[in-house]
């Protein structure tokens, strides 16, 4: 076959070969950037066998239908067996029956997703991405056969890390909503149980993203790699700093940018003191230390507590133009009364608010950790200015800018902690790592699959967020 043809043209029968190849007079088969063949391969993505649809339809086919064989042979065979009532099983054996089938199901339906070798793109400008770390450290140190492809080269796995870690975060969640449901209906039956009680799960949602968020945003900060792209973007849409600002703090973290020794980093900061008008000496960390939180406000002055409040008021005007549209686009259908709009609007506003609050916090919390507090509670000489500014401040910011979330209902809560969580736990994890570890991941995926399934199946009250609901609508059908 000639080269030119793709990979995926390689499992074509020969009629749609030569359909391909002869059309319009056509010698060679069509380039596939035609929109010809941008078309045939649209349609025919979704039914590939390491597609994420058919992934699904194995994966929840599975689950379902191979306990419902099961059940009918067992009440056959009871039937030849002379029981008069062969449809009844206990409810145990039916338990684990559906356990298996879920992890089974998973088990065999992990590998679709994982059929294509992962390629590795390494960053041409920047050699600190995961993935180039990943494959020069492996490259040079595991020369095993075991993770060594037919050409040579070391085998990679990850491409199905996302899904892990989504499944994962839901199962523990499960197992905690569990425990939780068994330990108050046992308060309750004691006559033990409290107001302040039912407020744990509420609090414990908003702790969740806080220590979630805490994590991305220090990301964000000293490993932007480990994040998506649009993450990345849009939190440095959001935050509004200059670029050379940040650059500071991770020299300053690295060792680079350091207070009281010319290390020769002037060059970094001048250039923002002669825009906004500072006095030069503000841009030299060997003559001024630390650098002065009216460097951090930009544009807002030295006051700390005005650029909260800017950074409130600007924040809180962005959320407003993304928001308000989208809570109408939604709620498009049900906009027949004053109410229904009205709730739309405080929808939108509360959300704003959360964000708004989430920036300012942060914001705010930095300048209380380098300058207005840390210093009065902690001696210079046991925390200095360059341990502040290497990362202690950007912490206290982390720690603190989550709490926010508590501005927005319980129901929301829960749903931004379950969504920030498993990526939370993939800036913390090798996004790429030795294909010999895979099955320990394919063993975490089985496990909370079948777990969740489980659960979907006999008390699906118990998967909470709008995931438990579409994923037990579509068991139940």
């Known amino acids: 076959m000639s080269k030119s043809v793709p990979r995926c043209v390689d499992s074509l029968s020969p009629i749609f070969l030569k359909f391909f190849a002869s059309r319009k007079g056509a010698s060679c ?61 206990p409810n145990h054996y039916a338990r684990v029956i559906r356990l298996l089938a879920a992890f089974l199901s998973a088990w065999s339906s992990f590998e679709l997703l994982n059929r294509r070798p992962l390629k590795l793109r390494q960053n041409r400008n920047s050699q600190s991405s995961a993935e180039g770390r990943a494959a020069s450290n492996q490259a040079a140190a595991d020369k095993s056969p075991a993770s060594l492809e037919h050409h040579g080269r070391p085998a990679f796995a990850g491409r199905t890390m996302d899904l892990t870690l989504f499944t994962l975060t839901r ?97 970094l900061l001048r250039p923002m003191c002669k825009e906004y008008g500072w006095p030069l000496t503000w841009g030299e960390p060997s003559e001024t230390i630390p650098i002065p939180c009216q460097m951090v406000h930009m544009s807002c002055g030295p006051s700390c507590e005005w650029h909260a409040v800017s950074r409130f008021a600007r924040t809180f005007k962005f959320a407003c133009a993304t928001y308000i549209p989208l809570q ?48 009065k509670i902690f001696s210079s000489k046991s925390v200095t200015p360059q341990m502040w500014d290497s990362g202690l401040c950007v912490g206290a910011g982390c720690m603190m800018c989550g709490w926010s979330i508590l501005v927005e209902k319980a129901r929301k809560r829960q749903e931004m902690a379950l969504f920030v969580a498993p990526r939370a736990a993939a800036t913390v994890l090798p996004r790429v790592y030795d294909k010999k570890y895979q099955n320990r991941e394919r063993m975490a995926f089985a496990l909370s699959v079948a777990m969740l399934f489980a659960c979907l199946q006999e008390r699906p009250d118990l998967v909470r967020g709008v995931f438990g609901r579409v994923a037990a609508s579509v068991l139940k059908a």
Request: include cysteine.
């Open 171 to 267: 199962a523990v969640d499960t197992v905690a909503s569990i425990a939780w449901a068994q330990w108050r209906s046992r308060r309750k039956a004691q006559g033990r149980w409290t107001s302040a009680e039912s407020v744990a799960p509420g609090l414990a949602d908003a702790g969740l993203f806080a220590a979630s968020s805490a994590i991305v945003m220090w990301a964000w900060f000293y490993v932007p790699e480990r994040l998506p792209k649009s993450y990345e973007k849009w939190i440095g849409e959001v935050a509004k700093v200059d670029t050379r600002l940040i650059e500071a703090l991770r020299r300053a973290r690295r060792g680079i940018f350091v207070y009281g020794k010319d290390t020769g980093q002037g060059p």
């Open 328 to 375: 109408m686009a939604v709620r498009a259908r049900s906009m027949k009364s004053l109410s229904a709009v009205r709730r739309a609007l405080t929808e939108a506003l509360r959300s704003s608010s959360f964000l708004a609050a989430f920036v300012s916090i942060f914001y705010y919390s930095v300048c209380l950790a380098r300058t207005r507090l840390g210093p």
């Open 29 to 89: 088969v069509v380039h596939p950037l035609t929109p010809r063949w941008q078309l045939y391969s649209a349609l025919t993505s979704a039914i590939r066998l390491e597609s994420f649809p058919t992934f699904c339809a194995c994966l929840v086919g599975g689950s379902t239908v191979v306990p419902t064989l099961i059940l009918r042979l067992w009440g056959l065979v009871r039937l030849k067996l002379g029981s008069r009532d062969p449809a009844s099983i």
